[in-house]
Each structure stands twice: as structure tokens, then as C-alpha cells.
């Protein structure tokens, strides 16, 4: 199924009666708190199994950032497609492991790391998925497309939009990251800003 720019395919509090591969795209998931403000609890990529461990209703909404392609199952189907597809047993144990790490890292980001650690965990984060790599050492640089608006990285940092675009702009004086129009980020010194982002300071 296609899903255009900024329509939802998944509603916080709906019947979870699907979950959802993402195949093309990204998406940002968020929560509504009681007086309505919103909470972004992450952002989706290729390969991300979204709904998958809901219980009776989606505990949050997942908006697409762009065209976004998915494959829709049944809750009801997952043991037919183990039982086809073996392979995906262990795909789903993995998804599982995997979001209990997300949400730890989210804990830390959120209760223990400064504004700097914060934007810093957030680049090296949209660059893990495929250059992982490339932060482990001092590789050339690095441009990632940021399709989230600047408001979406405050909200899920946890800070204002006045904090994260001065945060930048601090990274782009520092020589870490250049940027090109409002979606493109190039990270100069990857290694650095992963040191950043695991409160490394060098000297």
C-alpha cells in the first residue's frame, strides 16, 4: 500500500488489528498527552515493523514523512507467516530485542543528556541504519536526508525549537556539519559527533 505525505496509516488508540513493514520511506510516530500537546517517540525506516507488538489498540500514531510504501498483515496471520517463512521468526525476536534498546536509549537521551548530546544522538542516529561503520572511526563525511521538520527533532528531543536550530547552527560554526537546504545534513566529523552523542569528550 502507498500512503501520501503527512496522511496517517496508523491512529493512537485504534483496534490494532495489523502491523506494518515499511518498505519505502520514512514516518515519524507520536503520542497526544491529555492536554493535547505531542510527544514524537521516533522515527520509522525501511525495514521497521510498526504495531507489531500492540495489544488491543496502537499506542501511538504514525504519520508519513513523504510517500511512504508498506505491507500490511494481520495480527491473526503471524503464525501462518512464521510457519511459511521461517526465517521470520527470528526477524520478529530481533524487532522485539530492538525496540527494548530504542526505548532504553530514549530514557538516557531524554533524563541524563545536554542539549549538544541530545541533537548529536539524534544525527548519529538517522546515520546508524546504514552507515554504522562510518561512526566508529574518522571516515569522510557523511549527508543524510532529514525529511522531519525542525519542530518534529524538538519535539522528539525533548526541546525547543529555539534550542535545536541554535544547536545547529553551533554544530555548523564548530565544523561538524554542514547543511543544505532544510533536509540535507552532512556530518564532516562523524566520529566526533559519536563520541558526542556517548558523552565522550576529547581533548
Request: overall charge positive.
Amino acid at each position: 500500500m502507498v500512503v501520501q505525505a503527512g496522511r496517517c496509516f496508523i491512529q493512537e488508540g485504534a483496534p490494532a488489528h495489523d502491523f506494518y513493514v515499511l518498505t519505502g520511506g520514512r514516518a515519524k510516530l507520536f503520542s497526544l498527552m491529555p492536554d493535547g500537546r505531542r510527544q514524537i517517540v521516533g522515527f520509522a525506516e525501511v525495514g521497521d515493523f510498526l504495531g507489531l507488538a500492540s495489544s488491543e489498540s496502537y499506542a501511538f500514531t504514525a504519520e508519513a514523512l513523504g510517500e511512504v510504501t508498506l505491507c500490511r498483515f494481520p495480527h491473526s496471520a503471524i503464525d501462518r507467516l512464521v510457519e511459511r517463512f521461517p526465517r521470520l521468526h527470528g526477524r520478529l525476536q530481533q524487532e522485539a530485542s530492538s525496540e527494548l534498546v530504542k526505548m532504553q536509549a530514549r530514557l538516557m537521551l531524554l533524563g541524563r543528556k545536554t542539549a549538544r548530546e541530545r541533537l548529536a544522538s539524534f544525527l548519529v542516529e538517522q546515520a546508524s541504519p546504514c552507515c554504522a561503520h562510518a561512526l566508529k572511526d574518522e571516515h569522510g563525511p557523511l549527508t543524510l536526508s532529514l525529511p522531519m521538520s525542525r519542530t518534529d527533532i524538538a519535539d522528539y528531543l525533548g526541546l525547543t525549537i529555539e534550542t535545536v536550530s541554535r544547536t545547529f547552527s553551533l554544530f555548523r560554526k564548530e565544523g561538524l556539519i554542514s547543511i543544505r537546504g532544510a533536509s540535507s545534513v552532512t556530518l564532516l566529523s562523524p566520529g566526533l559527533l559519536s563520541d558526542m552523542a556517548g558523552g565522550i569528550k576529547r581533548s
